[in-house]
């Protein structure tokens, strides 16, 4: 169209189903580029998106349109002369509500040229209206112009400047005939297009219950969607715990085999060993017998033991029976000390009184 977009935006787009009318169609593999253009040949508001090569929209905004917000990030509107609904699913709320707010301005101004629009059609047909109303005034003047000139032939040269007047009237009057004959066809054309518009705008307006009717079906089919995809999400999870549980069961089998392989080993082991058995079952009756000695032995070192520890406990008691004597003696040894200091001091005295 050569025109800059008036708004632009990204999202997913859907088409309904045309044979069940209910069940959505993904128009896009991935979220693209939505905009709205006002194309100025036509004078009209349009909504366009294209894939690639591929045009998924390309809609023409009538006054009678609307924009329906079914959750928090899909809107869809009907296009009677597409004959199909558009769904547009965006990444975020926000995005749908600006979408949303850009639809309502352009279906006003959409609705402002279409008034605009027809007020140039019924000025176009007045002025068609009053050239044709002039039109018997100027074959009525061309006739009293016609009897003129057949008196300005018998007149002479006098009269050749009203002739070529004359003539030059025919001329006028010509043209005006083909521009009435222009303006006829222009008229039919229009209303021709206006019953067209008038078609369409009765054929819109007796969709819209159905389409609301629709609308209400692709909500509760969407409430019923999302119930199933919570069911799914939690069936998910539930194989998720499955798949986690398994995973824990593998590695505890693992566990288990590689005890299973050690145990295997030990038995192996335990095989050998009992070849070895009757060897080792002499070796322990010759043990056995020595041990039966060595206790004999023992019981022999723990009588002498009783006997010495009862020897030690009478040599204890001697050592403190000699203890306290030698305590004693001491306590004597330092009271005799004492008296021959004293008596030391004495004599030193008695040299130096000397």
Request: aromatic letters at 6%.
């Amino acid at each position: 169209m050569g025109e800059q977009p008036i708004f632009t935006t990204r999202a997913h787009v859907f088409q309904i189903d045309p044979n069940t009318k209910k069940n959505w169609m993904p128009a896009s593999k991935q979220a693209v580029t939505v905009s709205y253009f006002y194309d100025v040949t036509r004078n009209s508001y349009r909504i366009i998106s294209v894939d690639g090569a591929k045009v998924i929209i390309n809609s023409t905004i009538t006054p009678n349109m609307t924009f329906t917000k079914t959750s928090q990030k899909f809107g869809q509107w009907a296009d009677s002369r597409a004959n199909t609904v558009f769904g547009l699913g965006f990444s975020s709320e926000q995005q749908l509500t600006k979408f949303a707010e850009k639809f309502q301005e352009v279906k006003e101004a959409a609705k402002i040229a279409k008034d605009k629009t027809q007020e140039k059609i019924e000025t176009s047909s007045n002025h068609s209206q009053e050239s044709g109303r002039e039109t018997p005034s100027s074959t009525q003047a061309s006739s009293v112009n016609g009897t003129d000139d057949e008196k300005a032939s018998h007149a002479g040269p006098a009269d050749t400047h009203l002739k070529s007047e004359n003539d030059k009237l025919k001329i006028a009057l010509t043209q005006s005939a083909a521009n009435v004959k222009k303006w006829e066809i222009e008229l039919q054309t229009l209303r021709e297009s206006n019953a067209r518009l008038t078609t369409a705008l009765q054929e819109s307006a007796a969709s819209v219950e159905q389409w609301k009717r629709q609308f209400s079906i692709c909500r509760d089919e969407n409430d019923q969607l999302r119930n199933k995809i919570d069911e799914l999400e939690e069936q998910c999870s539930e194989i998720n715990r499955e798949k986690e549980k398994n995973t824990q069961l593998k590695r505890r089998i693992e566990e288990l085999e590689a005890e299973l392989r050690e145990k295997e080993t030990e038995l192996k082991d335990l095989r050998k060993q009992s070849e070895i058995i009757p060897q080792l079952m002499s070796e322990c009756e010759y043990v056995s017998e020595k041990l039966e000695a060595a206790e004999r032995d023992n019981q022999n070192l723990e009588d002498k033991v009783r006997s010495l520890k009862t020897d030690i406990e009478e040599s204890k008691y001697r050592q403190r029976h000699l203890k306290v004597e030698l305590k004693s003696f001491l306590e004597v040894l330092d009271g005799k000390i004492d008296d021959l200091h004293d008596f030391r001091r004495g004599l030193s005295k008695l040299g130096t009184d000397n």
